[in-house]
C-alpha cells in the first residue's frame, strides 16, 4: 500500500469523526436552545402569573375601597364581607400605618397656630415581593420599589372654596396569608369641623364655616406620601404642595379668604391680609379716619396713606390737603392714587376732582373722615402728582400711560388713559389692586408730624371680595372601620 492510499485512509476517517462530532454539536445546540427556551419561557411565565395576581389584587382592593366607603361613610352599612381571593401574598392590618394632621395656621391673625385634628389613618397592606398594594385614607396606594402611585383617589374632595375631608381610620391587627375574608365594621364617626361650641385655643371663635384668616395645612405622614402629593398637586389648583422625605411628610396649604367686614386700619406692624381675592371683586373698602385720641378737636395737616409695595410694584391712596381739620362743613380732603410697577422709576397719578368733606361724629362731636374706596361718584383725573405722599415721592419720575379694565362691564373693556382723561375711583381702585391678587398685604404710614390719623380712633368699616381659589367651608368628620381577616 502505497502512502497515497493511506492519505486516503486517514482522510475518509477524518470525514467519519467529523460528521459524529456535527451531530453531536448540533445535538448540543438544540439541547442548549431547547433549555435555554425553557427556563425563559418559565421566567416568562411566572413573570405573567404574577402580574396576573397584582392586576387581580388591585381590583380586589379596589372593592374594598369601595366597601369600606360604604360602611364608614354609608347610612345603614354597618357590616360588609369581601373575599380577597389571592392565593399568593400576604395581607397585614396595620392601624398606626400614616398619620393626618389638619392646622388652622395664623387663624387669628396673631399667628397663632390651631391644630384641628391629629390621628393615625391606619392601613390594610397586601405585599406580593417587591410589589405593596395598600389601603390608607379611603384610597388605594402602589409601591413598585419604592415608587408609589395612586390607583383609585384617597377621600379628599376639594371642589371650589369647599374642602369635604370624611377622614376615615382603620383599626385592628389581623394578618393572613393565601386567600383571606376581610370583615369590616363600622365602629364610629363623629364632626371635626364644623364644631359648635368647640373654640380656638385663644376662645377667640368657635370651629365654625365660613372659615377664615391664614390658612388651612393639611399633613399626611405616610411610606406613600408621593402617592398624597401627586393627588394634591392634581386637585387643589393653585395651593402649595410641600414634600418632606426625610419624614416622609407631604403638606398642602389650602388658603383661606382673608378678613371680611370690619377691620382694624392697618398699619406697618399689623397690615391687612388680602387673600385669595379674585382680580376685579373688590366691591368693598371703606374706612373712617379720626384724629389722634390726644387732639381729638382736628385733623389738621393731614396727610395719610394706605399703601402696598410687592416685588417691585408699588400702590398707594393718599388722603390730604386739610388747613385744621376741624369739624366743619367747609373742610373737606383731597384724594390722589399713585402706581408703579418699576420700583417708582415711573409711575401713574390720579386726582379726585372732589375733595372728601369732614363730617361730625354725632357721639362725639369731632372731626371724622369717611371714605368709601369703591365710591363709583368720585370723578378721577389722570394727572401729575406734585408734591410728597406719604409714602412715595412721584418728582423726578416719569408719568407713563395707562391701559385700564373694566371690571363691570361684560365683555371686559380696555382703553387707554393719558393726560387730563378720567375715570370713576372704583374702577382705578379695582384695576390697580388687580395686579397685586390674588394675595397681598395693607399698610399705612403718615406723611408729616402734624395732628394725624389715630390708629385706635379710626376703624374699617368694611371690606368685600370674591375668592376662587380659597378654602371658605371646611368639613371634617373622623370615620372609624375595623377590619378581620378571616
Known amino acids: ?23 453531536i454539536l448540533i445535538l448540543g445546540i438544540v439541547l442548549i436552545g431547547t433549555t435555554s427556551i ?34 364608614a361613610l354609608g347610612g345603614e352599612e354597618t357590616t360588609q364581607r369581601l373575599s380577597m381571593g389571592q392565593a399568593e401574598g400576604n395581607y397585614q392590618v396595620l392601624p398606626n400605618n400614616g398619620k393626618i394632621t389638619i392646622t388652622h395656621v395664623d387663624y387669628n391673625d396673631a399667628d397663632d397656630d390651631e391644630v384641628i385634628y391629629s390621628e393615625p389613618l391606619g392601613a390594610v397592606v397586601y405585599e ?23 390607583v383609585s383617589p384617597p377621600e379628599f374632595h376639594y371642589r371650589g372654596s369647599t374642602l369635604t375631608l370624611p377622614v376615615i381610620r382603620v383599626f385592628g391587627s389581623d394578618s393572613a396569608a393565601g386567600s383571606p375574608t376581610a370583615v369590616l365594621k363600622k365602629q364610629s364617626m363623629k364632626p371635626i369641623y364644623p364644631l359648635s361650641g368647640k373654640h380656638y385655643g385663644d376662645d377667640t371663635a368657635e370651629y365654625l364655616n365660613p372659615a377664615s384668616n391664614g390658612q388651612i395645612q393639611i399633613t399626611i405622614e405616610s411610606p406613600y406620601y408621593r402617592g398624597w402629593a401627586e393627588y394634591f398637586d392634581a386637585r387643589t389648583e393653585t395651593n402649595v404642595v410641600t414634600i418632606d422625605d426625610a419624614n416622609q411628610q407631604v403638606t398642602v396649604d389650602l388658603i383661606t379668604l382673608g378678613p371680611q367686614g370690619q377691620f382694624n386700619i392697618p398699619t406697618k406692624e399689623d397690615p391687612l391680609q388680602v387673600q385669595g381675592m379674585t382680580p376685579g371683586s373688590m366691591s368693598d373698602l371703606s374706612l373712617t379716619v379720626r384724629p389722634e385720641a390726644s387732639r381729638p378737636q382736628k385733623l389738621s395737616s393731614l396727610d395719610w396713606s394706605l399703601y402696598i409695595d410687592r416685588n417691585g410694584r408699588q400702590f398707594e391712596v393718599n388722603v390730604n390737603g386739610l388747613s385744621n381739620g376741624e369739624c366743619s362743613d367747609s373742610q373737606a380732603a383731597d384724594i390722589s392714587v399713585y402706581y408703579s410697577d418699576d420700583d417708582g422709576v415711573s409711575y401713574h397719578g390720579w386726582k379726585a376732582e372732589d375733595a372728601i368733606p369732614v363730617t361730625c361724629n354725632v357721639t362725639t362731636n369731632n372731626p371724622e ?118
Open 38 to 71: 425553557v427556563a425563559f419561557g418559565s421566567i416568562a411565565l411566572e413573570d405573567t402569573q404574577r402580574q396576573s395576581t397584582l392586576e387581580r389584587a388591585e381590583q380586589t382592593m379596589a372593592q374594598f375601597d369601595s366597601r369600606a366607603a360604604q360602611v
Open 369 to 486: 373722615l369717611k371714605i368709601n374706596l369703591m365710591d363709583s361718584g368720585i370723578d378721577m383725573t389722570y394727572d401729575d402728582l406734585s408734591g410728597n405722599l406719604a409714602e412715595n415721592n412721584p418728582n423726578g419720575q416719569t408719568k407713563n400711560s395707562v391701559s385700564f379694565d373694566h371690571f363691570d362691564t361684560d365683555p371686559m373693556e380696555t382703553y387707554n388713559r393719558s393726560d387730563l382723561e378720567k375715570e370713576n375711583l372704583d374702577v382705578v381702585i379695582r384695576h390697580y389692586l388687580n395686579h397685586f391678587a390674588p394675595n397681598f398685604q395693607i399698610e399705612s404710614n403718615a406723611g408729616n408730624s402734624g395732628n394725624n390719623v389715630g390708629i385706635g380712633t379710626s376703624e374699617g368699616d368694611d371690606i368685600q371680595y370674591d375668592g376662587d381659589t380659597v378654602i371658605t367651608f371646611l368639613h371634617v368628620s373622623e370615620n372609624n372601620v375595623e377590619v378581620e381577616l378571616e
Open 128 to 150: 406580593n415581593g417587591d410589589t405593596t398594594l395598600s389601603y390608607q385614607g379611603g384610597g388605594v396606594w402602589r409601591t413598585d420599589g419604592g415608587n408609589t402611585q395612586m
Open 1 to 23: 500500500m502505497g502512502l497515497g492510499d493511506i492519505s486516503v485512509l486517514w482522510t475518509g476517517r477524518d470525514r467519519g469523526i467529523s460528521s459524529t462530532i456535527g451531530v
